[in-house]
């Protein structure tokens, strides 16, 4: 009797969510905040500047977790449709 409880006690915790797993991830929270933009970071944050016609929010000096905050807020507005309105 005492293996069948501690089978399905195993079996239960294997099929329970790990909350490392479920936690919300932050831009804050993907990279650390010292090390400088990645080459791929630069690009997507130009080209989105460049898409929300916003030249200013692109710096070269920014840090990973600036630049993934900055791709993240630029990201969220294009896809809420926030883009301004276009003068072609």
């Known amino acids: 009797m ?10 239960q915790q294997e099929l329970s969510p790990d909350p490392s797993l479920t936690r919300v991830m932050t831009p804050d ?6 090390e400088p933009m ?7 944050l130009r080209l989105l500047a460049e898409e929300m016609k916003e030249p ?18 630029l990201q969220e507005r294009i896809r809420l449709g926030q883009l301004p ?4």
């Open 2 to 11: 005492q293996k069948r409880k501690t089978a399905e006690a195993q079996v």
């Open 29 to 34: 929270a993907w990279v650390p905040a010292r």
């Open 38 to 44: 990645t080459g791929a970071q630069a690009t997507s």
């Open 56 to 73: 200013q929010a692109f710096d070269a000096g920014l840090s990973k977790s600036e630049a993934s905050r900055r791709i993240y807020r």
């Open 85 to 88: 309105p276009h003068t072609d």
